[in-house]
């Protein structure tokens, strides 16, 4: 195994060619929830090349690791929907119910091509057929047990090697004494693997401890800190904590209130200069620059308004759940069954 490269070495460009011919991926890519097992394998692919060539703790790996953990997690979350079985016993059924018709048509084509002189033979073969039969439906059947069992198994290992994968990441960034983004990215993303794993109390450190650095690092209403006090809020209410989780949801609610008026104020500048500078130069066509810089901001409202809606209707429930304690397990269930799939495409 090569020695580790230094922190400040520049990207080997050989290599990453090799990472992309090899992977079949751009390797800086982030993994996206509906890929497949085939990116699990070339990013698996690509972290091995880059160990191999810096050293297992390198800096250079801490975003191959990253992005391995995420992808085992993203596998994880669409294996364990429930909707997700559906097409599997779909065609399980179908194979046993032509196995059955199939099994039914051959012995009528016996019965009716079988002679006189060969009815005693054929009842001694249909017994001992049907002693084999139960043994391998009886095999089969244990097969099928273990073939679930396996499932659940590689479930399971899915997730512990995600988590593996980002502790390892996170190990490795935090030898660097400096706040960045990727720190943030890797504890937000041990979060969420803690959250699946039911580990209430790991999973809130993680985002409380992103939260933090991502605080010191953007603006106080970046829509990636308006995330992170909503995943908190989710943490809280999972961990039946009610009445903490309310202020990390109104904080969200007034990050949004707060951006939108920015955004909103943005927008009519842009479109106040765009006016003047077009009044002042009538022959001068708006380049595609600035065209993009009006539709970004309405865009973004479009985006912050609706997750306001989800934000706000959330904090109703939260209230409603201290006046009437009752309705909070419904509610914490149906907040489990959406927050992997709401939370990623919202926040997006």
Known sequence: MASSASSGQAPDSSLMEEEKKDGTV???????????????????????????????????CANAYYKYGCALLFKAQEEADPLGDVPKNTEKNSENNGSIMSGEESACSKVSTTTDDKKDRACTNNV?????????????????????????????????????????????????????????????????VSMEREDIETSLNDYLKALSILKRLVESDN???????FRICLVLEVGSKVQEAIPYCEEAISLCHSRLGRLKE???????????????????VKSGNQLQGVCDPVEEIDVLSGILSELEKKLEDLQQAIVNPKSIFSEVMKMVCFKSTSGSKNFS
């Open 26 to 60: 751009d390797p800086e890519e982030t993994p996206a929830p509906e890929e497949d097992q085939s990116l699990v394998d070339c990013l698996s692919r690509a972290l091995e090349i880059r160990v191999a060539h810096y050293g297992e703790l390198a800096p250079e």
């Open 128 to 192: 001992e057929s049907g002693e084999g039969s139960g043994v391998r439906d009886e095999e089969r059947n244990e097969q099928s047990d273990d073939d679930e069992l396996a499932e659940v198994d590689e479930d399971e290992s899915d997730l512990d090697l995600s988590w593996k994968m980002l502790d390892v990441a996170r190990a490795i960034v935090e030898k660097q004494p400096e706040d960045t983004v990727e720190k943030v990215n890797i504890l937000a993303a041990l979060g969420e």
């Open 223 to 229: 829509r990636r800190v308006v995330e992170l006090n």
């Open 266 to 284: 943005e927008a009519i500048n842009t479109k106040d200069s765009l006016s003047n500078d077009l009044s002042a130069n009538p022959d001068t």
